[in-house]
């Protein structure tokens, strides 16, 4: 009796022109550059895919990722839904910025198990080009190939045949959740209707399933489905899926949207709170963070014992327990890796019992259940107190104060939604800012993240230079900083310079 093979993903990793492209052609058959441009300009630009036949008979997906700097987040993009690597190196070149750049992304990302395929032996000999690889990846396999001329290339199979045995499967344990998938891809098919591609991170997947197709949370209906392009009826974890949509444009959905089981809990979230590698100095850093398959910039806040809270500016589809990648946006390097413990945090500070919290969430611990809470118990930490419910009208002066961001009006400005104010302050939801000006908590707080991370970088920051940064007039600058000074964020030197207060 056979013994069905979990499916697994493999992803190609390394240096633009080394010849991931090419292998993958000669492992599987499939030239996976099929836009015109990838032609014209010979390299990779989208994520390219193919099944791959092992000569065991495994059969596994492959993700072929392009190799340019700027294409890095395409990169990660495809390596997040992979249980192994297919690193590829040029004999001729050796080891490259984007060799190590990927090898930091699939560290980050957890993906431990792969093989360096040393590629175009035809043109120079594999020695020193593997010496290099062998430092960096010191326990893969290391495999010397030419895609031109095929010699190697049975080798690389069978070395990866040997890895797929023991890599653990990231859809392992997820077989029996909720579905979610992240698209990679959406396309429209002449006859059928929109598309979207991407690996079932968990669940099963059913013709005429209803799902949602996140961030927008409309309920969509599963037409038909793929698996590894055969027409199927029903998909598993880690599997490739195509996916057709009933009712659903091209432009309502695009790379880096989800579909989610409801019952899988996944909802757009702004702030996550996380464990991360990475060193406590680059609290209030404004980062680029990568998740499934979307990046969205944030702001990190140090909660300490590499416990962090990181505010997005836009909404990420984040589940506990999912992987994220944290990179630098300028100069664009990989700072970490890390693991969603509260997708769907409250801004928070160091708060012990938020902390306490954390911790049990990271060692893996269940969370208490709280129904037979005596009555004067402490609200559950991530739940914060509990607002007060707010009327329509204030809910859409809160809107309000929040399009206007760090440029809050004053009273008069308001005209009859004033008379919502107090409600607003009570509720904390809105800030008086100065004598007389009123803004959302959100902006404030977005406004005291950027000037932390100036006086974090610069040793101080001025009123000129908070202006600057948020290339706004002197009037709000003033008053803002005076605010951050107020509330103990910053302390005012006797020359106008402002550092950070001293945590109490
Ligand atoms: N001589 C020789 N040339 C090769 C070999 N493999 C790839 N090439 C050539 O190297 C160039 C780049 O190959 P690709 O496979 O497109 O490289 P890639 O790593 O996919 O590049 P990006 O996707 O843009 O990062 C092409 O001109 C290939 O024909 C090989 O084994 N030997
Ligand atoms: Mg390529």
């Not at 290339?153 to 069978?158: I, R, Y």
């Not at 836009?314 to 327990?321: E, F, P, S, T, V």
């Amino acid at each position: 009796m056979s013994v069905a093979h979990a499916p697994l993903t493999l992803g190609t990793a390394g240096h633009i022109d080394h010849g991931k492209t090419a292998l993958v052609r000669a492992l599987t058959g499939v030239d996976t550059d099929r836009l015109p441009q990838e032609k014209a300009r010979g390299m990779s630009i989208e994520l390219g895919f193919a099944p791959l036949l092992l000569p065991g008979g495994r059969r596994v997906s492959v993700v072929d990722v392009p190799g340019h700097e700027r294409f890095v987040r395409t990169m990660v993009a495809g390596a997040t839904g992979i249980d192994f690597h297919l690193m590829v190196i040029a004999a001729d070149d050796g080891v490259m910025p984007q060799t190590l750049e990927h090898a930091e992304v699939l560290a980050a990302l957890g993906i431990e198990r792969g093989v360096v395929a040393i590629t175009k032996c035809d043109r120079a000999p594999p020695e020193r080009a593997a010496g290099e690889a062998s430092e960096l990846f010191p326990n893969a396999e290391v495999v010397a190939c030419s895609a031109r001329t095929g010699e190697g290339v049975n080798d690389v199979a069978a070395a990866l045949e040997r890895v797929a045995e023991h890599v653990k499967p990231h859809a392992e344990g997820r077989r029996n959740g909720a579905a979610v998938l992240h698209i990679d891809r959406a396309f429209t098919i002449h006859g059928a209707g929109t598309v979207v591609t991407g690996t079932l991170w968990s669940g099963t997947l059913e013709v005429g399933d209803a799902v949602a197709l996140l961030p927008s949370r409309r309920l969509v209906r599963v037409r038909s489905l793929q698996v590894h392009d055969e027409p199927a009826e029903r998909a598993h974890a880690g599997q490739r899926v195509a996916v057709n949509l009933a009712g659903v444009a091209l432009r309502e959905v695009s790379r880096g949207d989800a579909l989610a089981d409801p019952a899988a809990g996944v909802a757009p979230t702004q702030v996550v709170d996380a464990a991360l590698e990475l060193r406590d100095c680059l609290h209030g850093r404004r980062v680029m963070v990568h998740h499934g398959t979307r990046a969205v910039p944030a702001r990190l806040a140090a909660l300490g014992a590499g416990l962090w809270q990181v505010r997005l500016e836009a909404a990420l589809l984040a589940a506990a327990g999912d992987r994220l990648v944290v990179r630098s946006v300028a100069p664009p390097d990989t700072l970490a890796g890390g693991t969603v413990l509260d997708p769907q945090a409250r801004r928070h500070g160091r708060r012990p019992d938020v902390l306490a919290r954390l911790e049990r969430l990271r060692r893996g611990e269940p969370e208490p259940v709280q129904a037979a809470a005596p009555a004067d118990a402490e609200p559950p930490a991530a739940a914060g107190p509990a607002l007060p419910a707010l009327e329509p009208d204030a809910i859409e002066l809160a809107e309000r104060l929040r399009a206007a961001g760090h440029e809050p009006p004053s009273r008069s400005q308001l005209g009859d939604g004033a008379k919502h104010l107090p409600a607003l302050i009570g509720a904390g939801v809105a800030v008086r800012i100065g004598r007389d000006l009123y803004a959302h908590r959100d902006a404030i707080d977005v406004v005291a993240d950027r000037a932390i991370a100036i006086v974090e970088d610069e040793g101080a920051i001025t009123l000129a230079r908070l202006r600057d940064e948020l290339q706004t007039s002197r009037k709000y600058a003033e008053a803002l900083l005076e605010h951050l000074d107020q509330a103990r964020i910053t302390k005012r030197l006797p020359d106008d310079r402002r550092v950070l207060r001293r945590r109490g």
